[in-house]
């Protein structure tokens, strides 16, 4: 999210005043840890939370306490938005933690199928060979 923020949200339109800027970067915060905690147990459970919270999350960033830390740029709210609504939320499937709860992942943490298929498949045999050994 914070890369695709950096790539889509440009930081050419940051408010230039030192509290104009602690302000967006507290709203920026808030927008981006409301988003990664629908990626967490025990934020959103269940489909209907997620849509209220995704509600809420759009009200919020077209508030008008959020247009006041941007400095008043109406644009860059534009871009928040269309931000999460072409790049974050057409990939639910993909980062909803109630989704993807009931998928087994066997405790493992690999970057590419391969190395989950050979470390799953080596723990495999070697699980079957200490019980062919102890019989």
């Not at 919270?53 to 941007?70: N, P």
């Not at 974050?88 to 109630?98: D, I």
Request: net charge positive; proline share 1%.
């Amino acid at each position: 999210m914070c890369q695709g923020w950096k790539t889509y949200v440009p930081n050419a339109t940051f408010p230039k005043n030192s509290r104009e800027a602690h302000k967006w970067k507290y709203v920026v915060r808030k927008i981006q840890y409301w988003c990664y905690s629908w990626m967490r147990r025990g934020f959103v459970d269940n489909n209907d939370e997620y849509q209220i919270s995704k509600y809420i999350l759009l009200c919020f960033v077209s508030s008008e306490s959020v247009l006041a830390a941007s400095g008043n740029n109406s644009m860059l709210i534009e871009q928040i938005y269309c931000f999460l609504q072409g790049h974050v939320f057409v990939h639910e499937h993909l980062y909803l933690f109630f989704l993807r709860k009931q998928i087994r992942h066997y405790f493992v943490g690999h970057g590419s199928q391969h190395e989950v298929s050979t470390t799953f498949s080596f723990d495999l045999i070697s699980l079957c060979l200490m019980k062919t050994f102890l019989k």
